[in-house]
């Protein structure tokens, strides 16, 4: 008989937003094969009778190819052995989860699952933005800028409305490429955009600023996410305070937080008070 194999989500590091479903695997698996952006303290619940394989990037060694990890998939599967491969948030955003289903499949394999909250849900909690607001943001848009070089804007929508909030995987550190892209799709360089550094981690930390300062903004430690969109405007976090030395963060904010009222008093006329928060 053949084994199965889990495919499950880490979430975004704080190992307390692990599902019980996720931690349950983790504790009867035999093989664990997971990403480097999952922490010692996840690996920490496996099981220690476990084979547990880093098959991430990591300093001085090469990271294994998407081939190798999916053959690595279907042979521990076929052995009857009950395989988990971990990634970090949920494994079917931006983990090509969706190729090592497809890989198991062809080998007839039972695959499993398991969601995880992805790095948006955790990083924007870890901010307190909400990434839709009935008055400010009703579409949300999850992209990754991994693919594009800076001369390359196809992965880019064309238009984006000023009323979704976009969140951007794997920004890097071409600011400037990126602040280009945003204004190309129709967003006003005031737009307010949030730099979030380990979300969910102890060293969590939160940069506040807008698209047209993108490019002066620090390079806080991997791994970042960027969140764009007026609902920026409402964050508040601990490392804000740094950032805004000489006030309070919320009089930092209210001057952003007034003109978000008012930019909500257009939206007004044209809104269905039914709509969920
Ligand atoms: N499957 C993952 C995403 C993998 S892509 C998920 O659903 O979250 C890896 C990218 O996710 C990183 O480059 C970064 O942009 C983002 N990311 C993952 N964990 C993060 C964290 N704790 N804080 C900020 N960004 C994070």
């Not at 090509?96 to 992805?118: F, H, K, M, W, Y």
């Not at 047209?212 to 601990?238: D, F, K, N, Q, W």
């Not at 909500?264 to 709509?275: H, I, M, P, W």
Request: hydrophobic letters at 40%; aromatic letters at 4%.
């Amino acid at each position: 008989m053949a084994g199965k194999v889990y495919l499950v989500g880490a979430g975004p590091g704080d190992p307390e937003l692990l599902t019980l479903k996720a931690l349950r695997v983790l504790k009867t698996a035999d093989v664990v094969l997971h990403d480097e952006l999952v922490g010692a303290e996840i690996l920490s619940l496996v099981s220690p009778t476990a084979q547990v394989q880093n098959v991430g990037k990591r300093c001085g060694r090469k990271s294994s190819t998407q081939a190798e990890i999916n053959a690595l998939l279907v042979n521990y599967g076929l052995l009857d052995l009950q395989v988990v491969r971990l990634k970090g948030g949920d494994p079917l955003i931006f983990g090509r989860g969706g190729e090592e289903i497809e890989a198991l499949r062809n080998a007839n394999l039972d695959v499993e699952v398991i969601p995880g909250v992805t790095a948006a849900l955790g990083a924007a909690a870890a901010a307190q933005i909400p990434l839709t607001h009935r008055r400010l943001s009703s579409s949300l848009i999850f992209i990754t800028n991994h693919h594009s070089s800076a001369a390359n804007t196809t992965d880019w929508p064309t238009s984006i409305s000023p009323t979704a909030t976009v969140v951007v995987y794997m920004p890097g550190y071409a600011y400037a490429a990126t602040e280009g892209q945003l204004v190309a799709a129709g967003l006003k360089a005031s737009t307010p955009c949030a730099i979030i550094s380990q979300a969910t981690r102890p060293e969590e930390k939160v940069y506040i600023t807008t698209i047209g300062e993108l490019r002066s903004a620090p390079r806080l430690p991997a791994p970042t996410l960027l969140i764009v969109g007026e609902v920026v405007r409402l964050a508040e976090h601990a490392s804000l305070h740094e950032q805004f030395p000489t006030h309070s963060t919320i009089e930092a904010f209210l001057p952003l937080v007034a003109q978000s009222e008012s930019f909500a008093q257009g939206q007004r006329n044209t809104e269905n008070s039914e709509r969920p928060e």
